[in-house]
């Protein structure tokens, strides 16, 4: 049984999470009771439910959650987000007790790494310089020289020297978007993310045609047949700047939808149309950051728990990476 599964374990036998909430409780001031009585800071992702993100006290892309975790003086940190970011947190800020509301909440990008596989497909080609999007788990960060995020990625691959080889993992789509940007070849481990790689290009070409003005705007995870067309690629905060940014009024916005919130809030009097999934699915929510609620995150906030720890073992060959990532950006004022 994993660490994470026996973690899991031990939180549902406490029962913290059967007992029903009153539903008289008014969950917005009970979060912000227990924020303030218990010196919390809550980190959410653009991908989390609206009623998550109106509660936050800093929304953010999965750098600027790390640059958040990493100065933050709460004493706890309540991650709404998935696993790797709440690792991240915490390998950034190792003092603070760090929360996940559900442990659950993984990433089918961290998942599709195995670190034994990574080690091999590592000892294949050696003498390469391994850089990793954030989206992995503290096994892979450990095998990883440089870490990257959507937003510095061009930057980090940029900062290797052109001499030097690379292999990037886990988002293959990422890899390959960069590689076009940076004219660096790179060995690309396989992964994709579940939710950025369902999108139709037919179905988008469509609305596009019934909204010709409409800016097609898309997250870097894309296949590259959805990258080829978009007016702008970038990561969720740069989707939403773009959004703020642009005298144009519809958006077609090829990412998780969970980011059309702050867009609408941003800028009331645009449009958002959500890029259709190919089946009917709601596939461009992405399963487990939605598996985070109001109600869990009450809980989590209440009894502490369930709480990210990482192995001693990994704590600093998988803070290296990141700290690295961290002066790169903060080089370029990302
Ligand atoms: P960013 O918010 O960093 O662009 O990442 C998107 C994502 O898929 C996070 O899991
Ligand atoms: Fe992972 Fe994709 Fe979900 Fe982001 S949207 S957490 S990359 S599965």
Redesign the pocket.
Known sequence: MSVEQTKIDEVMQKGFFDTPIDPTLALFKEIENLKKEKNVILLA???QNDDIQDVADYIG???GLAQQAETTDADIIVFAG?HFMAETAKLLNPKKKVLLPDLKAG?SLADSCPPDEFKAFKEKHPDHVVISYI?CTAEIKALTDIIC???NSLKIVESVPKEKKIIFAPDKNLGAYVMKKTGRDMVLWDGT?MVHEIFSLEKMLEIKEQNPSAEIIA?P?CEAAILDIADFIG???GLLNYTKESPKDIFIVVT?AGIIHQMELASPNKTFIPAPPENTCACNDCPHMKLNTLEKLYLCMKYEVPEVTIPERLQEAALKPLRKMLEISAKHGL
Request: proline share 0%.
């Open positions: 992702h653009y991908y892309d999965s750098l998935v990433c989206n995020t959507s937003t993310c997250h995870e990561s969720t905060t998780e």
